[in-house]
Nanobody
């Protein structure tokens, strides 16, 4: 099967930067897209950024110009995507989750997999 693991979260002052990593591993035939979501306490999970296998990024308005999602890199058993977060604001504090649309075989129609999240805390 497929496992997603996020890393890179932590505490940073407002205006600082963090780089999150998401690694998908396991039986991967094709990674169609990888996305970053976040969820702050008391709020719904929201899409932050996504990258397609064709290299097309998209961003939430709230992070456009500050966050950059990398192209999906792939080796035999892993797919990896990064989220570079600059000029962090207090409101960026949240648990950040990675999500990937992965086909495990040629005949597989694809399934979305989630990581367990990494906490980002931005302080003043």
């Amino acid at each position: 099967q497929v496992q997603l693991v996020e890393s890179g979260g932590g505490s940073v002052q407002a205006g600082g930067s963090l780089r999150l990593s998401c690694e998908a591993s396991g039986t991967i035939f094709m990674t169609r897209s990888m996305e970053w979501y976040r969820q702050a306490p008391g709020r719904e999970r929201e899409l932050v950024a996504l990258m397609t296998s064709g290299g097309m990024p998209n961003y939430a308005d709230s992070v456009r110009g500050r966050f950059t999602i990398s192209p999906i890199s792939r080796d035999n058993t892993k797919s990896t995507v990064y989220l570079q977060m600059n000029a962090l604001k207090l409101e960026d504090s949240a648990v950040y989750y990675c999500n990937a649309d992965i086909r495990t075989t040629l005949s597989d129609s694809g399934e979305y997999y989630w990581g367990k999240g990494t906490l980002v805390t931005v302080s003043s």
